[in-house]
Protein backbone atom coordinates (compact mmCIF):
# COMPACT_ATOMS: atom_id res chain seq x y z
CA UNK A 1 0.00 0.00 0.00
CA UNK A 2 2.84 2.37 1.03
CA UNK A 3 4.11 1.92 -2.40
CA UNK A 4 0.66 3.00 -4.26
CA UNK A 5 0.47 6.08 -1.99
CA UNK A 6 3.33 7.39 -3.24
CA UNK A 7 2.34 6.73 -7.05
CA UNK A 8 -0.48 8.88 -6.42
CA UNK A 9 1.39 11.36 -4.70
CA UNK A 10 3.96 11.56 -7.53
CA UNK A 11 0.70 11.71 -9.67
CA UNK A 12 -2.27 13.67 -7.85
CA UNK A 13 -1.92 16.60 -10.59
CA UNK A 14 -1.98 14.53 -14.06
CA UNK A 15 -6.24 14.51 -14.43
CA UNK A 16 -6.81 18.20 -12.53
CA UNK A 17 -3.49 19.85 -13.56
CA UNK A 18 -2.56 18.55 -16.78
CA UNK A 19 -3.10 22.08 -18.63
CA UNK A 20 -1.69 24.31 -16.21
CA UNK A 21 1.39 22.14 -15.60
CA UNK A 22 1.85 22.38 -19.16
CA UNK A 23 2.07 26.44 -18.89
CA UNK A 24 4.16 26.65 -16.26
CA UNK A 25 6.93 23.82 -18.08
CA UNK A 26 7.15 26.74 -21.02
CA UNK A 27 7.44 29.44 -18.43
CA UNK A 28 10.57 27.22 -17.31
CA UNK A 29 11.51 25.43 -20.46
CA UNK A 30 10.87 28.45 -22.87
CA UNK A 31 14.86 28.73 -23.52
CA UNK A 32 14.58 25.21 -24.83
CA UNK A 33 13.60 24.14 -28.47
CA UNK A 34 10.25 21.94 -28.09
CA UNK A 35 11.34 17.89 -28.84
CA UNK A 36 12.38 16.80 -32.08
CA UNK A 37 9.90 15.79 -34.52
CA UNK A 38 11.87 13.27 -35.69
CA UNK A 39 12.79 11.88 -32.22
CA UNK A 40 11.36 8.64 -32.72
CA UNK A 41 12.79 7.70 -35.62
CA UNK A 42 16.14 8.69 -34.16
CA UNK A 43 15.10 6.39 -31.30
CA UNK A 44 14.33 3.29 -33.45
CA UNK A 45 17.48 3.93 -35.54
CA UNK A 46 19.00 3.31 -32.23
CA UNK A 47 16.96 0.13 -31.40
CA UNK A 48 17.96 -1.23 -35.11
CA UNK A 49 21.67 -0.50 -34.36
CA UNK A 50 21.61 -2.49 -30.56
CA UNK A 51 19.52 -5.09 -33.03
CA UNK A 52 22.46 -5.33 -35.15
CA UNK A 53 25.00 -5.46 -32.62
CA UNK A 54 23.04 -8.43 -30.98
CA UNK A 55 22.57 -10.46 -34.18
CA UNK A 56 26.90 -10.15 -35.12
CA UNK A 57 27.40 -11.22 -30.96
CA UNK A 58 24.62 -14.12 -31.16
CA UNK A 59 26.09 -15.42 -34.33
CA UNK A 60 29.98 -14.94 -33.04
CA UNK A 61 28.51 -17.10 -30.00
CA UNK A 62 27.09 -19.82 -32.22
CA UNK A 63 30.18 -20.59 -33.61
CA UNK A 64 32.35 -20.38 -30.76
CA UNK A 65 29.73 -23.06 -29.32
CA UNK A 66 30.07 -24.73 -32.78
CA UNK A 67 34.32 -25.21 -32.21
CA UNK A 68 33.31 -26.25 -28.83
CA UNK A 69 30.89 -29.12 -29.51
CA UNK A 70 34.15 -30.00 -32.35
CA UNK A 71 36.86 -29.85 -29.48
CA UNK A 72 34.74 -32.09 -27.02
CA UNK A 73 33.51 -34.90 -29.57
CA UNK A 74 37.76 -35.39 -30.76
CA UNK A 75 38.57 -35.55 -26.73
CA UNK A 76 35.97 -38.07 -26.38
CA UNK A 77 37.52 -40.14 -29.36
CA UNK A 78 40.96 -39.70 -28.05
CA UNK A 79 39.79 -40.80 -24.64
CA UNK A 80 40.59 -37.09 -22.90
CA UNK A 81 37.27 -35.87 -22.65
CA UNK A 82 34.36 -36.46 -19.73
CA UNK A 83 31.54 -38.62 -20.51
CA UNK A 84 29.04 -35.34 -20.73
CA UNK A 85 31.12 -33.04 -21.60
CA UNK A 86 30.10 -33.60 -25.72
CA UNK A 87 26.39 -33.43 -24.64
CA UNK A 88 26.65 -30.13 -22.17
CA UNK A 89 28.40 -28.34 -25.16
CA UNK A 90 25.67 -29.42 -27.68
CA UNK A 91 23.22 -27.80 -24.69
CA UNK A 92 24.98 -24.55 -24.88
CA UNK A 93 25.14 -24.75 -28.74
CA UNK A 94 21.39 -25.27 -28.86
CA UNK A 95 21.07 -22.57 -26.33
CA UNK A 96 23.36 -20.11 -28.56
CA UNK A 97 21.57 -21.00 -31.63
CA UNK A 98 17.73 -20.20 -30.06
CA UNK A 99 19.75 -16.75 -29.25
CA UNK A 100 20.67 -16.03 -32.55
CA UNK A 101 16.88 -16.76 -33.77
CA UNK A 102 15.60 -14.63 -31.25
CA UNK A 103 17.86 -11.77 -32.24
CA UNK A 104 17.06 -12.11 -36.06
CA UNK A 105 13.24 -12.14 -35.25
CA UNK A 106 14.65 -8.43 -33.07
CA UNK A 107 16.36 -7.05 -35.83
CA UNK A 108 13.24 -7.66 -38.27
CA UNK A 109 10.79 -6.32 -35.80
CA UNK A 110 12.83 -3.16 -34.90
CA UNK A 111 13.28 -2.62 -38.60
CA UNK A 112 9.57 -2.73 -39.01
CA UNK A 113 9.15 -0.27 -36.37
CA UNK A 114 11.81 2.07 -38.01
CA UNK A 115 8.93 2.04 -40.89
CA UNK A 116 6.35 3.22 -38.80
CA UNK A 117 8.81 5.82 -37.07
CA UNK A 118 9.27 6.60 -40.25
CA UNK A 119 5.45 6.94 -41.36
CA UNK A 120 4.49 9.03 -38.52
CA UNK A 121 6.57 11.79 -38.32
CA UNK A 122 4.40 15.17 -37.27
CA UNK A 123 4.29 18.07 -40.03
CA UNK A 124 7.41 20.62 -39.34
CA UNK A 125 3.74 22.85 -38.41
CA UNK A 126 2.23 20.58 -36.08
CA UNK A 127 1.60 21.10 -32.60
CA UNK A 128 4.36 20.44 -30.11
CA UNK A 129 0.70 17.93 -28.76
CA UNK A 130 1.63 15.91 -32.19
CA UNK A 131 5.18 15.74 -31.36
CA UNK A 132 6.89 12.27 -30.14
CA UNK A 133 7.28 13.24 -26.69
CA UNK A 134 4.64 14.71 -26.01
CA UNK A 135 2.66 11.78 -27.60
CA UNK A 136 4.91 9.60 -25.12
CA UNK A 137 3.91 11.65 -22.19
CA UNK A 138 0.17 11.71 -23.25
CA UNK A 139 0.07 7.61 -23.31
CA UNK A 140 1.95 7.42 -20.28
CA UNK A 141 -0.54 9.67 -18.32
CA UNK A 142 -3.45 8.22 -19.75
CA UNK A 143 -1.90 4.75 -18.25
CA UNK A 144 -1.62 6.38 -14.59
CA UNK A 145 -5.17 7.54 -15.08
CA UNK A 146 -6.37 3.99 -15.53
CA UNK A 147 -4.83 3.12 -12.52
CA UNK A 148 -5.64 6.09 -10.20
CA UNK A 149 -9.22 4.83 -11.30
CA UNK A 150 -9.37 1.68 -9.35
CA UNK A 151 -7.82 3.43 -6.00
CA UNK A 152 -10.03 6.52 -5.87
CA UNK A 153 -13.41 5.00 -7.19
CA UNK A 154 -15.18 3.00 -4.26
CA UNK A 155 -17.13 0.98 -7.08
CA UNK A 156 -14.23 -0.06 -8.92
CA UNK A 157 -12.37 -0.82 -5.57
CA UNK A 158 -14.83 -2.91 -4.09
CA UNK A 159 -15.51 -4.83 -7.46
CA UNK A 160 -11.79 -5.16 -8.42
CA UNK A 161 -10.26 -5.61 -4.82
CA UNK A 162 -6.97 -7.15 -6.79
CA UNK A 163 -6.44 -3.84 -8.35
CA UNK A 164 -5.33 -1.94 -5.16
CA UNK A 165 -4.30 -4.99 -3.20
CA UNK A 166 -0.42 -4.60 -2.83
CA UNK A 167 0.25 -8.22 -1.73
CA UNK A 168 -0.79 -9.19 -5.66
CA UNK A 169 2.16 -10.55 -7.90
CA UNK A 170 0.81 -8.83 -11.02
CA UNK A 171 0.08 -5.79 -9.27
CA UNK A 172 3.48 -5.51 -7.79
CA UNK A 173 4.88 -6.13 -10.74
CA UNK A 174 2.61 -3.03 -12.92
CA UNK A 175 3.68 -0.91 -9.34
CA UNK A 176 7.54 -1.71 -10.31
CA UNK A 177 7.52 -1.03 -13.94
CA UNK A 178 5.03 2.17 -13.36
CA UNK A 179 8.07 3.17 -10.81
CA UNK A 180 10.74 2.84 -13.45
CA UNK A 181 8.56 4.87 -16.08
CA UNK A 182 8.31 8.00 -14.24
CA UNK A 183 11.63 7.91 -13.30
CA UNK A 184 12.57 7.89 -16.81
CA UNK A 185 9.54 10.46 -17.84
CA UNK A 186 11.08 13.90 -18.45
CA UNK A 187 9.88 16.81 -16.47
CA UNK A 188 8.07 18.80 -19.65
CA UNK A 189 7.48 17.92 -23.07
CA UNK A 190 10.33 20.54 -24.27
CA UNK A 191 12.99 19.14 -22.50
CA UNK A 192 16.05 17.56 -25.08
CA UNK A 193 16.31 13.97 -25.68
CA UNK A 194 18.71 11.42 -26.65
CA UNK A 195 17.28 8.90 -28.74
CA UNK A 196 18.55 6.50 -26.49
CA UNK A 197 16.86 8.59 -23.44
CA UNK A 198 13.81 8.38 -25.57
CA UNK A 199 13.90 4.55 -26.78
CA UNK A 200 14.44 3.75 -22.79
CA UNK A 201 11.64 5.92 -21.52
CA UNK A 202 9.33 4.51 -24.70
CA UNK A 203 9.46 0.83 -23.73
CA UNK A 204 9.27 1.50 -20.14
CA UNK A 205 6.00 2.91 -20.33
CA UNK A 206 5.26 -0.21 -23.10
CA UNK A 207 5.79 -2.77 -19.95
CA UNK A 208 4.07 -0.70 -17.78
CA UNK A 209 1.02 -0.84 -19.69
CA UNK A 210 1.51 -4.39 -20.45
CA UNK A 211 1.91 -5.05 -17.14
CA UNK A 212 -1.27 -2.91 -16.17
CA UNK A 213 -3.44 -4.82 -18.78
CA UNK A 214 -1.83 -8.49 -17.20
CA UNK A 215 -3.29 -6.70 -13.98
CA UNK A 216 -6.31 -5.94 -14.99
CA UNK A 217 -7.16 -9.19 -16.83
CA UNK A 218 -6.13 -11.10 -13.79
CA UNK A 219 -8.41 -9.19 -11.57
CA UNK A 220 -11.39 -9.32 -13.93
CA UNK A 221 -11.13 -13.00 -14.17
CA UNK A 222 -10.94 -13.99 -10.49
CA UNK A 223 -14.49 -11.64 -10.13
CA UNK A 224 -15.46 -13.86 -13.47
CA UNK A 225 -17.48 -11.36 -14.68
CA UNK A 226 -19.34 -10.79 -11.47
CA UNK A 227 -19.50 -7.97 -8.62
CA UNK A 228 -17.21 -8.98 -5.35
CA UNK A 229 -19.02 -10.17 -3.05
CA UNK A 230 -18.57 -11.42 0.42
CA UNK A 231 -21.21 -12.96 3.05
CA UNK A 232 -24.02 -12.99 0.39
CA UNK A 233 -23.80 -9.17 0.03
CA UNK A 234 -23.50 -7.29 -3.90
CA UNK A 235 -21.00 -4.59 -2.38
CA UNK A 236 -21.21 -2.91 -5.90
CA UNK A 237 -24.69 -1.99 -5.84
CA UNK A 238 -24.29 -1.23 -2.23
CA UNK A 239 -22.01 1.34 -2.90
CA UNK A 240 -24.26 2.48 -5.79
CA UNK A 241 -26.58 2.82 -3.29
CA UNK A 242 -24.73 4.79 -1.09
CA UNK A 243 -23.72 7.50 -3.89
CA UNK A 244 -27.29 7.50 -4.65
CA UNK A 245 -28.44 8.13 -1.29
CA UNK A 246 -25.73 10.77 -0.73
CA UNK A 247 -26.62 12.31 -3.93
CA UNK A 248 -30.09 12.75 -2.86
CA UNK A 249 -29.50 13.83 0.71
CA UNK A 250 -27.35 16.76 -0.60
CA UNK A 251 -30.01 17.92 -3.44
CA UNK A 252 -32.19 18.02 -0.32
CA UNK A 253 -30.29 20.23 1.76
CA UNK A 254 -29.92 22.45 -1.28
CA UNK A 255 -33.70 22.30 -1.16
CA UNK A 256 -33.67 22.88 2.48
CA UNK A 257 -31.55 25.82 2.83
CA UNK A 258 -33.22 27.59 -0.68
CA UNK A 259 -36.54 27.58 1.12
CA UNK A 260 -35.30 28.24 4.20
CA UNK A 261 -33.47 31.48 3.06
CA UNK A 262 -36.59 32.62 1.01
CA UNK A 263 -38.89 32.02 4.06
CA UNK A 264 -35.93 33.98 6.22
CA UNK A 265 -36.28 36.67 3.42
CA UNK A 266 -39.84 37.27 3.21
CA UNK A 267 -41.87 36.28 7.06
CA UNK A 268 -45.46 36.83 5.81
CA UNK A 269 -45.09 34.53 3.17
Do not use: N
Amino acid sequence: MDAMLVLLADWWWVAPAGAGAGGLGWAVQRVREPAGRRLAVDAARHDLRQAQRAVVRTRAQVKVASAEVLRTQADRESGHGGAGAVPEAKRRLQQAQRQGKAAVAELRARRASLAAARATIPASSAPLEAMPLARLRAEHDALTQRWIAYETDPAQAIEYPAMSDPSSPVLREFLRLQRQAIELRPATTRVRMAPAEFAAYRDAVRAAARAFETAERSARSAQSGTAFRRDGTDWSALVQDLLETAQDVIERSVDGWQHGGRRRRHPDA
